[in-house]
């Protein structure tokens, strides 16, 4: 039974970040019921940056969005899964990412705990540096250095709860 439990924490895990984290390009290690108190730096906040994002496509079910609140918290949604963001550090210094020019955002996510019959588990993963870049209503996310156009446009849309 608790393997069953452990292959459904890590299916709904591998869920959460397929769309935002190609598994070719980069290791994500997760803690998984960790005692372990974790510190987050405190919040560089890009204005532009606050507000909502989200890349949606009816063809293939991918629901995916960033929230990033004035207050340097936020949150993640993809397909149903939610994970909080406690803090983001949005850089205005200048990558060069393939042809892309951008700037650098770190994003602290919190704890995520999930409910299994009589049991509970909580996740939290390590930072996560993305390349952004805003054009308009358009926010870029640039998922890795090292591989040419991964990246996924997001659209400016309203804030929903």
């Known amino acids: 039974m608790r393997i069953q439990k452990l292959l459904a924490l890590f ?3 591998t869920l959460l970040f397929a769309l935002a984290v190609p598994a070719y390009a980069t290791t994500v290690t997760v803690t998984v019921n960790s005692d372990e108190e974790i ?3 405190p919040a560089v906040i890009d204005p532009a940056l606050t507000g909502q ?3 949606h496509d009816d063809v293939y079910g991918v629901e995916t969005v960033f929230r990033f609140n004035a207050d340097g918290t936020g949150l993640y949604y993809a397909n149903g899964m939610e994970m909080p963001i406690v803090s983001y550090v ?3 210094d200048p990558y060069t990412q393939y042809p892309e020019d951008g700037f650098l955002i770190t ?3 919190g704890e995520i ?3 299994f019959e009589d049991e509970s588990f909580s996740m939290s993963l390590p930072p996560m540096e993305y390349g952004y870049q805003i054009t308009g209503n358009t926010l ?6 090292d591989i040419a156009n991964n990246y996924t446009d997001f659209t400016r ?4 709860d």
């Open 11 to 13: 299916l709904a895990l």
């Open 39 to 41: 510190e987050y730096p």
């Open 53 to 55: 994002w989200g890349y």
């Open 90 to 92: 949005a850089t205005r």
């Open 107 to 109: 994003v602290y996510y």
């Open 113 to 115: 705990v999930m409910e």
């Open 140 to 145: 870029r996310i640039t998922f890795t250095r």
């Open 157 to 160: 849309e309203p804030v929903t």
